[in-house]
């Protein structure tokens, strides 16, 4: 299969900067997504890479690196409800419609 | 509203009794596709759909079903569940494939004894 390997737990501090990294088999790479789940819910899309460089959205931003096999999520000015788990999840060109997820990270944020 | 709605959220069953847990999506998306998540674990893939009448399997098929016969519904059949299919069900979409941004619904909690 295609592993994707991401930290199982992180914490960090209220206010402060945080980075989730991910890594993957670099064949047939599609693109690269996170998704953010808080307990109990559904996952909600963060970000979308397929380039690389960094994307940046408001507190959000996500950093691919195809011949690395590498992205991170990087989180800042944390605040409580960042407190979540963070999905990595790679599309390979083999099947438009197949994906794989990491085993996510859950990231807990404390005062 | 544009939504993923699952039905049931939660139900508790018997090992062998047939369900079915139904998935619609109101915003015309081609792409729908079923994950299951276990403890500790992110969302593995049970069967995906590209658009009506075109399934195909994920990386955990097996003891389910799926059918695609209009586009805006996917359900999930379990024709003899049994208790490692105990687990939290999610359904999503997304408008072309799978590569676009997938819309999840609130997820089907089931319990099989």
């Known amino acids: 299969g295609q592993n994707i390997d991401q930290p199982t737990e992180m914490t960090a501090t209220e206010g402060a900067i945080v980075q989730i990294n991910c890594t993957y088999q670099t064949s047939g790479f599609n693109g690269l997504f996170w998704y953010q789940q808080h307990a109990g819910e559904a996952p909600t899309f963060l970000s979308y890479?397929?380039?690389?460089g960094l994307e940046e959205k408001g507190r959000f931003s996500s950093f691919l690196s195809r011949s690395k096999g590498y992205s991170y999520l990087l989180l800042k000015e944390l605040q409580m409800k960042d407190s979540a788990s963070y999905l990595c999840?790679?599309?390979?060109?083999?099947?438009?419609?197949?994906?794989?997820f990491g085993d996510g990270t859950t990231l807990t944020v404390k005062p | 509203e544009a939504q993923v709605t699952q039905n049931p959220r939660y139900l508790i069953t018997v090992t062998g009794k047939k369900l079915t847990v139904t998935c619609s999506q109101n915003m015309n998306h081609e792409y729908m596709s079923w994950y299951r998540q276990d403890p500790g674990l992110g969302l593995r893939q049970i069967y995906y759909?590209?658009?009506?009448?075109?399934?195909d399997k994920g990386d955990v098929p097996e003891g389910y079903k799926v059918s695609r016969k209009e586009k805006r519904n996917f359900p999930l059949i379990l024709e003899s569940p049994s208790p490692n299919q105990t687990s939290l069900y999610f359904c999503?979409?997304?408008?072309?494939?799978?590569?676009?941004?997938?819309?999840f619904g609130p997820g089907t909690r089931l319990t099989v004894l």
């Open positions: 890479n397929v380039l690389d």
């Open positions: 999503a979409s997304s408008l072309i494939k799978g590569s676009d941004e997938q819309f």
């Open positions: 759909s590209m658009n009506v009448e075109a399934t």
């Open positions: 999840a790679v599309f390979y060109n083999t099947n438009a419609g197949k994906s794989t």
